[in-house]
């Protein structure tokens, strides 16, 4: 079945570039999706990619896909305090169920 | 419309109690979502509708689980005899068939906690 993987934590400085990774295993997949949760609240989409595309900007959110290795990064540039969170990649197959990952929490130091 | 809408917030039952909760998705939307989330851990799918129409569950939902969404707009998921291990956040997103690029939207959660 579909699998998602994330590394559980990333410790940055306020100021440095984040770069949060996913793996996932579905040849299928179509959509790939960032979301940001926050503390007691629900999921939030950042961004997302198409599956023909290896590269999206959004301001300060780049996110790269490498198709053939199944493998997902999200780039925080400049990241401040409030990008604290837990991120999700999460990826949409045939079955147009999204797959999540475990969260990668990131954490940005002042 | 103020995206998608889950109630209540937060929920407290005893052992063995039922609870219901309820979703209400964004209006145009036309695909519904139940998932769980336990700490630690990320949403894990429970059941999805296409308008009033359940198309699919996950071999989590067990039994004691059941949704509806009756007319093709709100959502309840009824947990019968509630367990410990049925504490968990479960959080409800909504999304249009064929616009995938604009993602899910997600409610706030209902955090059931069972004592």
């Known amino acids: 079945g579909e699998d998602v993987e994330q590394s559980l934590f990333l410790s940055v400085r306020e100021g440095d570039s984040s770069v949060i990774n996913c793996t996932y295993t579905d040849s299928s997949s179509t959509y790939l999706y960032w979301y940001k949760q926050e503390p007691g609240a629900g999921l939030q989409l950042l961004t997302y990619?198409?599956?023909?595309?290896d590269m999206k900007q959004d301001q300060r959110l780049t996110v790269l896909l490498n198709k053939k290795d199944k493998h997902l990064s999200l780039r925080i540039a400049d990241t401040q305090t409030g990008d604290s969170a837990i991120y999700f990649c999460?990826?949409?197959?045939?079955?147009?169920?999204?797959?999540f990952g475990r969260g990668t929490s990131l954490i940005v130091h002042p | 419309d103020t995206g998608v809408s889950q109630n209540p917030r937060h929920k407290i039952t005893k052992r063995g109690q039922n609870v219901t909760f309820r979703c209400d998705p964004i209006s145009e939307h036309n695909r519904l979502y139940w998932y769980r989330q336990t700490l630690g851990q990320g949403p894990e799918f429970l059941t999805y509708f296409q308008n009033e129409a359940q198309l699919e569950k996950s071999r989590l939902l067990s039994d004691r689980f059941s949704a509806e969404r009756p007319k093709g707009s709100f959502s309840t998921l009824e947990i019968q005899r509630t367990e410990q291990g049925d504490s968990a956040m479960y959080l409800c997103?909504?999304?249009?068939?064929?616009?995938f690029g604009y993602g899910y939207t997600f409610g706030s959660g209902t955090r059931l906690t069972v004592v």
């Open positions: 999460a990826e949409l197959g045939g079955s147009y169920i999204p797959t």
């Open positions: 990619i198409f599956s023909n595309m």
């Open positions: 997103a909504s999304s249009y068939a064929r616009t």
